[in-house]
């Protein structure tokens, strides 16, 4: 597979050589353009046409949701993820919902880039080329694998992508009640979601023990 281009909106020049640096360590990925604001972003990448836009939430002259908007009533096909000091919940949620890739809360280290980055490209490598699918082309594309998790009656595809976003979205260990005030469900149901990842082991869950009472379990993907 040829390298992914990768366009990258930053305002910060020290930022930037950062984000730079931490993408030349990468194989697989390509930088073909950098812009410092929204109006200049848009311009280059209309031309460009990148495989990927690293995209700061802070702009001088617009917010870097904005800029995801018009891309996407653009219909620019171009995928993006977030890089940002922005941590609160609706900005994550908005985010997740327009289809960001992922979302870094700054700072961050190499590895959670890498791990981005990586999930990136091995969507994209997995990413159907035919003009025609057939059902097994769709659900390798979504995830939907043998190796993937099978859902047992009473749980349902949609609430469970909900939950896992909202684990990625956290970037930490988070509990169950605040994974479910995130992502606008009850708590008896993302107890439920969570309890089956676990058992599956596709989550970890650590145990914090205060003063009184039974420790608080923390919820975090493996």
């Given at each position: 597979?040829?390298?992914?281009?990768?366009?990258?909106?930053?305002?910060d020049?020290?930022?930037?050589?950062?984000?730079?640096?931490?993408?030349?360590?990468?194989?697989?990925?390509?930088?073909?353009?950098?812009?410092?604001?929204?109006?200049?972003?848009?311009?280059?990448?209309?031309?460009?046409?990148?495989?990927?836009?690293l995209?700061?939430?802070?702009?001088?002259?617009?917010?870097?949701?904005?800029?995801?908007?018009?891309?996407?009533?653009?219909?620019?096909?171009?995928d993006?993820?977030?890089?940002?000091?922005?941590?609160?919940?609706?900005?994550?949620?908005?985010?997740?919902?327009?289809?960001?890739?992922?979302?870094?809360?700054?700072?961050?280290?190499?590895e959670?880039?890498?791990?981005?980055?990586?999930?990136?490209?091995?969507?994209?490598k997995n990413?159907?080329?035919?003009?025609?699918?057939?059902?097994?082309?769709?659900?390798q594309?979504?995830?939907?694998?043998?190796?993937?998790?099978?859902l047992?009656?009473g749980?349902?595809?949609?609430?469970?992508?909900?939950?896992?976003?909202?684990?990625i979205?956290?970037?930490?260990?988070?509990?169950?009640?605040?994974?479910?005030?995130?992502?606008?469900?009850?708590?008896?149901?993302?107890?439920?979601?969570l309890?089956?990842?676990?058992?599956?082991?596709?989550?970890?869950?650590?145990?914090?023990?205060?003063?009184?009472?039974?420790?608080?379990?923390?919820?975090?993907?493996?």
């Amino acid at each position: 597979m040829t390298n992914l281009s990768v366009f990258i909106v930053e305002d910060d020049p020290m930022v930037l050589e950062v984000n730079k640096g931490f993408l030349n360590q990468m194989t697989g990925f390509q930088l073909v353009g950098e812009a410092s604001s929204g109006k200049e972003a848009l311009q280059q990448i209309y031309l460009l046409q990148p495989n990927l836009i690293l995209l700061d939430m802070f702009l001088p002259d617009m917010t870097g949701m904005d800029l995801f908007l018009k891309l996407r009533s653009d219909r620019i096909p171009a995928d993006i993820i977030l890089i940002t000091a922005a941590r609160d919940a609706p900005t994550v949620r908005e985010a997740i919902r327009l289809g960001a890739v992922d979302y870094l809360i700054k700072p961050f280290r190499f590895e959670r880039f890498q791990k981005a980055l990586q999930g990136y490209y091995r969507t994209s490598k997995n990413t159907p080329i035919s003009s025609t699918l057939k059902q097994e082309d769709v659900d390798q594309w979504l995830g939907h694998t043998e190796d993937g998790i099978s859902l047992p009656k009473g749980l349902n595809d949609m609430t469970m992508k909900q939950i896992i976003e909202g684990l990625i979205a956290a970037n930490a260990a988070i509990t169950s009640e605040l994974l479910a005030q995130n992502v606008g469900m009850a708590r008896v149901t993302v107890r439920k979601y969570l309890a089956f990842l676990a058992n599956k082991g596709k989550v970890h869950i650590d145990l914090k023990y205060g003063t009184v009472g039974r420790p608080t379990k923390y919820y975090s993907l493996r």
